[in-house]
């Protein structure tokens, strides 16, 4: 990959990137860290990745990168700090359907909350996001359909107490 069709790579996937590990973590400063980590990762590797796979190669290094962000945070957090977190979501009503719906997300587990970021607000399909994800297509298409539905009856059950 030269220097040129790199730089077409961070004009066109950067805010994708960026927008992709932000839903999972929600912490801005650690978002933009980890999508310039993943630049540098691939500009470090130019000379072994194809310019066509470079996007699969850039998400794939991002959401790795993000799991191992989310494990270390879980890692870090105690007893007390996670539970005091909790409640304060429980106390906080939700104002509209993307509160609800951001909500929603929160509780899936992260395989299955990026599977679903992926495919429904990046619109990959099944096979990039297996290559994204190094998982079957078979398994992305069961994550996908395990976190819909539960979205699907958390969403019903929201609906039923408002």
Do not use: C
């Amino acid at each position: 990959m030269t220097s040129s069709e790199y730089n077409i790579i961070i004009d066109n996937y950067a805010d994708n990137l960026f927008r992709f590990v932000l839903k999972n973590i929600k912490n801005e400063d650690d978002a933009k860290d980890i999508v310039q980590e993943s630049f540098l990762k691939v500009w470090l590797k130019k000379e072994e990745i194809n310019f066509l796979k470079a996007n699969s190669y850039l998400f794939s290094t991002a959401y790795h990168q993000t799991i191992d962000y989310i494990r270390k945070s879980k890692i870090q957090l105690t007893a007390n700090e996670e539970l005091s977190h909790q409640s304060w979501m429980y106390e906080q009503q939700p104002a509209d359907i993307q509160e609800v719906l951001h909500a929603a997300l929160e509780k899936l587990p992260p395989i299955q909350k990026a599977v679903i970021l992926l495919r429904d607000y990046e619109g990959y399909n099944y096979l990039e996001i297996a290559e994204i994800t190094k998982l079957s297509e078979a398994q992305v298409k069961v994550y996908i359909f395990r976190g819909r539905t539960f979205l699907k009856n958390y969403l019903g059950s929201i609906e039923a107490v408002l």
